[in-house]
């Protein structure tokens, strides 16, 4: 089987001796057959809370579902061990929460009441609790309901979103009847608030699998519901006469998203919708069957202001995902002038260059190009060596305190006035920044 670290069986032990069953349960046994990290340990226990909260004084019991949260330093190392007394099925009354919470008897009545079968092993030590064949079903790569999958989905609408994260964390398929029951429930959907949508969908995104995890969502109509802008695009087509693609637009984001070599899921998330202003602003040429979208990044920048605000990104999630997409239209030239790279540079903003160069080389391979070309290397090189130079006024070689000293001016706009004349003749290469050049252009300038 496998073994559980001294800690944990150390815990278990102090429950043990007051007479009392406790398992490890769930997502940490679900890691440890798969020989993944656990970062939360999570334990049912036939103990009520206030009998948790004697075993553990410095323990905190703030919810309503009994779950007591014990922090705990072992060796200089600060652990929280979450422990829930076993709970029973319950009516839910808004699709999210049970209206009540009764404490079960034992741990396979607790088991019965979780989401998925790999979620639903028990753990003692030495014995499993596996009454739903969960650990088959993670040897079959399978992500199964636990009993009725209508009644799990109508429970909990969020399960919903989270099988669809399952598999594309794992790389799992997703069992047919519980296939089928996310198909006929994904409406329901619609009663999660953004914020718990949000969380999902951005695990799916920073998961190994996330292109997959998007297709699971369209093919199961989660999409439609959650990013209704995505959805339409893949019946917006792209292959015409002079166009380089070859998918059409819905594809070749999730295409891109695939080949996007960023692990954040921010950049990936700006990287699947970089082009859904596509969907409003496709034209076709009834004599030529030319297809154009004129303008798809404006659209589109407008279009992922509304999606962070529904989907409730903070605001410098929303700030990078925004601009990723508003400018990722840039043009890539040998002919470019470094007071062009500047201007991109500013636009984008240098935190998010390494994100527009991934979303870039997604949006390449996405479309049936190579990951990059001569241009596009040069470009990269050409965005380091700009900011080698002075990028703004604060990067001369010389002060406002300089510019007072030396011109006997007082404080005021004409200092800034002359500092911005010498930026602009250190950018336009005419001017070296050298506090000896500086200081000799400073000194024509105010004769």
């Not at 398992?23 to 940490?28: K, L, Q």
């Not at 396979?108 to 028990?122: G, H, V, W, Y």
């Not at 154009?292 to 990104?313: D, P, S």
Request: aromatic fraction near 10%; include cysteine; proline fraction near 5%.
């Amino acid at each position: 089987m496998f073994t559980l670290p001294q800690p944990v069986l150390d815990f278990m032990q102090l429950f043990r001796a007051k007479g009392f069953q406790i398992y490890v349960v769930g997502g940490p046994v679900r890691n440890l057959l798969l020989g993944l990290p656990i970062d939360n340990w999570d334990f049912t226990t036939n103990a009520t809370p206030e009998h948790i909260l004697a075993l553990y004084p410095d323990a905190f019991y703030h919810n309503t579902y009994g779950t007591v949260t014990v922090p705990l330093e072992i060796q200089e190392e600060n652990f929280l061990f979450e422990v829930t007394p076993f709970r029973k099925e319950a009516e839910y009354h808004d699709g999210r929460h049970p209206s009540q919470i009764e404490w079960a008897s034992t741990v396979e009545e607790d088991l019965a009441r979780r989401d998925f079968t790999i979620n639903a092993m028990a753990f003692d030590g030495e014995t499993l609790i596996d009454q739903f064949h969960g650990r088959e079903h993670l040897e079959q790569k399978l992500i199964v309901a636990v009993g009725d999958p209508n009644i799990r989905f109508q429970e909990d609408a969020l399960r919903l979103m989270r099988g669809v994260r399952f598999a594309a964390q794992f790389g799992f398929f997703i069992e047919p009847n519980t296939r089928a029951a996310l198909e006929k429930n994904a409406e329901l959907i619609t009663r999660i608030s953004w914020e718990r949508i949000r969380d999902e969908l951005l695990k799916i995104l920073a998961s190994p699998h996330p292109s997959e995890g998007v297709l699971f969502l369209r093919n199961t109509h989660l999409l439609h519901f959650i990013l209704p802008e995505l959805d339409v695009c893949f019946e917006v087509p792209q292959k015409s006469p002079k166009r380089h693609h070859i998918y059409d637009v819905g594809t070749h984001l999730v295409q891109a998203l695939k080949s996007c070599p960023s692990t954040d899921p921010i950049t990936r998330f700006a990287t699947l919708i970089h082009d859904i202003g596509k969907a409003r602003t496709f034209r076709k040429d009834p004599n030529t069957d030319l297809i154009t979208f004129y303008n798809h990044e404006v659209v589109g920048a407008r279009q992922a202001q509304e999606i962070a605000k529904r989907f409730r990104l903070s605001k410098e999630q929303s700030d990078k995902f925004v601009r990723l997409v508003k400018y990722h239209q840039f043009t890539v030239s040998e002919l470019q002038t470094d007071k062009a790279i500047r201007r991109f540079i500013r636009e984008v903003g240098i935190e998010y260059l390494d994100d527009m160069m991934a979303l870039r080389t997604g949006d390449r391979i996405g479309s049936g190009a190579t990951p990059t070309s001569w241009r596009f290397e040069l470009f990269k090189k050409r965005l380091e060596e700009v900011q080698q130079e002075p990028f703004k006024v604060t990067d001369l070689k010389i002060t406002g305190n300089d510019v007072m000293q030396i011109t006997k001016i007082n404080p005021g706009p004409q200092v800034g006035i002359l500092l911005n004349k010498l930026f602009e003749e250190v950018e336009a290469g005419i001017l070296k920044n050298e506090k000896e050049a500086l200081v000799a252009r400073l000194k024509e300038l105010h004769s």
